[in-house]
């Protein structure tokens, strides 16, 4: 996804951006990708830059807002994915792996690029939603999903929330990881948005899409996804695309220039309807009661600042 996102942003024309940097927790891949983007592109190598990330260390996230240029127009939070030892396995402040890489990390760098005012007056920056949240059903494993009590919101980084008829199984576990982790990021980035009402902050989900991630998560979602008809009945439908047209929608967030018109700022911009995860983007605050909630999103940001600090203290 990310990959795609910067050929088409290498694209568009020179002057929109003058620099385009990439992130890895190590030099090696980056150097590749930067390579492809130029036999890619017409770009010069120069137009791509490498900063060194690795969300598990509270340490490296403050060093690459540091290691930033002044002044930068758009920040991408794309970073994040699930396993089920991610899900297992806890840290030792007591949350789950994919949570701490999901959320805490990511938070960090929110925190620490607008304290430190990298980011530009007016500038962009969203994390990257997932359709996941919308409790569409292509996504459910034929299991419902969970359901968002406020009531448990400091337990969610441990525990993710199960469904009103108890646990989750199977590959549906993992779809409920994504669900907590990446809600619990787009409530707290609404929040931030309106703690800081000159950025233009949102969530952004790039649609259903068809990229390696399925192939981690096992059968049966992994064959159905594989299988051609059925991509090709989802891509029919509209359940999913291609990723080209997930880092479209990437673009038209960082510099589209009515998405900003069409969007205000706080907004978690997804997919509309059943079928519309791959469809024209819309202000999704209303599909679940969640996203507009203030009350949901002022807790989220005071349970993930917590854990931050958790994470903090245990470094030091």
Known sequence: ??????????????????????????????????????????????MFGFLTLDLSSPKSCVDFVENLPDEIDVMVLNAGSISLKSLQEKTETGVTKNFHAGCIGTAMIVEKLLSSGKLKKGGRMFYAAGEVQRSVWLFTGFQPFPVWDKSKTAIYPSTPPTSIFGGVIGVRSMIAGMQNYKTFM???MSKVARENPDYYIYSVS???????????????????????????????????????????????????????????????????????????????TKQRKEFGDFEAQDLVAEVLRGEMKKVQDAAL
């Open 1 to 46: 996804m990310g990959f795609e996102t910067c050929i088409q942003l290498a694209s568009l024309e020179v002057s929109r951006f003058k620099k385009i940097y990439i992130t890895s927790r190590s030099s090696g891949g980056a150097e590749s990708a930067i390579k492809s983007f130029h036999e890619k592109t017409s770009c010069s190598k120069d």
């Open 186 to 188: 787009s409530l707290y």
């Open 206 to 284: 790039p649609g259903g899409t068809i990229t390696g991630l399925y192939d981690t998560w096992g059968q049966p979602l992994k064959f159905l996804v594989k299988f051609a008809p059925t991509r090709a009945l989802f891509i029919a439908l509209g359940a999913v695309h291609k990723v080209e047209k997930a880092g479209k929608r990437y673009v038209e967030a960082m510099s589209g220039p009515d998405f900003t018109e069409n969007f205000k700022t706080g907004t978690i911009v997804m997919g509309k309807g059943i079928f519309g995860t791959a469809g024209k983007l819309a202000d999704c």
